[in-house]
């Protein structure tokens, strides 16, 4: 079977860095991806992973290690609308095609 | 370049009625994917269409079945509805090329209510 695990709930202060936290036991790896969703709203893409180290983007930079099965996604200079559920998601290959399989996601809450 | 878009924004149906969900991919992409997302959950994979065929299929019964079209419009039909398909429907469109992983783009998805 797939497994994909992230923290349920987080909490942090409106200016600080947070890390969000995804292990993962798949069969088959071809890729993570981290997605920000605003409750009711379409998922959007934050960043992808293939190869392990750090990806940097602006305020946003996610890790992998392909061997320990694990990631995370680092928010920096927090903000207000940065409140959202973050998604973590592995690229399977399988029967010849890819599919994402996501975890339930990690709800952060981000106060003043 | 137009994003994906969704049709209609909310339903409400009751027990074992038929829906028909409707998705139009982004300009240029082949495929598309269709997703359930439950409450509090992340989205799970129903399947995927490319050119025009069913290419992978999630853990969905057959009451599940999806058409996709020559202009990569995209349509699921679920059947015999049941409370638990109450859920955000999510299309996602990407364009497939041989040996190459390219990014989903999702819309912004169909609240489905089942009475």
């Known amino acids: 079977g797939q497994n994909i695990d992230q923290p349920t709930e987080m909490t942090a202060t409106e200016g600080a860095i947070v890390q969000i936290n995804c292990t993962y036991q798949?069969?088959?790896?071809?890729?993570l991806f981290w997605y920000q969703q605003h409750a009711g709203e379409a998922p959007t893409f934050l960043s992808y992973?293939?190869?392990?180290g750090l990806e940097e983007k602006g305020r946003f930079s996610s890790f992998l290690s392909r061997s320990k099965g694990y990631s995370y996604l680092l928010l920096k200079e927090l903000q207000m609308k940065d409140s959202a559920s973050y998604l973590c998601?592995?690229?399977?290959?399988?029967?010849?095609?890819?599919?994402?399989?996501f975890g339930a996601g990690t709800r952060l809450a981000v106060h003043p | 370049e137009t994003g994906v878009t969704q049709s209609p924004t909310h339903l409400i149906k009751t027990r074992g009625q038929q829906v028909t969900l409707r998705c139009s991919s982004q300009s240029g992409h082949n495929t598309v994917s269709w997703y359930q997302q439950a409450l509090g959950q992340g989205p799970q994979f129903i399947f995927q269409y490319y050119r025009e065929e069913e290419n992978g299929r999630g853990n969905f019964p057959p009451r599940f079945s999806g058409l996709q079209f020559p202009n990569y419009s995209s349509e699921l039909n679920v059947n015999a509805l049941e409370l638990d398909d109450s859920a955000l429907y999510l299309c996602a469109s990407s364009l497939l090329l041989a040996g190459t992983y390219n990014e989903q783009f999702f819309g912004p998805g169909t609240r489905l209510t089942v009475l």
């Open positions: 992973n293939v190869l392990d």
């Open positions: 998601a592995v690229i399977l290959f399988s029967g010849g095609y890819n599919k994402l399989i």
């Open positions: 798949t069969s088959g790896f071809n890729g």
